[in-house]
């Protein structure tokens, strides 16, 4: 019962990734984008470079050090665990 994206993180996993890139429209149920979202920043994934584009949206997990760059408009958040 583990979702398609954890599935697929877990065969990148097996073969060896050490980045990986993840596209979605954005559409669909809340629910399904929040589970997504935790499965992204899984401590079991910590190994990976993961980059998520979701609609017109960008994710970046950030473990340890990670510079942030942006011009004097852009907008982001921040949350750690």
């Known amino acids: 019962d583990q979702p398609d994206l954890e599935l697929a993180l877990h065969r990148a996993r ?7 890139v993840v596209i979605s429209g954005g559409a669909g149920r809340l629910d399904h984008a929040l589970a997504n979202l935790l499965v992204l920043a ?7 470079a993961i980059e998520a584009h979701v609609g017109s949206g960008r994710m ?10 942006g011009g004097a408009a ?8």
Request: charged fraction near 20%; glycine fraction near 12%.
């Open 14 to 20: 097996e073969h060896g990734a050490q980045r990986v």
């Open 42 to 48: 899984s401590p079991q994934d910590a190994e990976m």
């Open 60 to 69: 970046a997990v950030g473990r340890g050090h990670r510079a942030l760059r």
């Open 74 to 81: 852009a907008m982001g958040s921040l949350s750690s665990s």
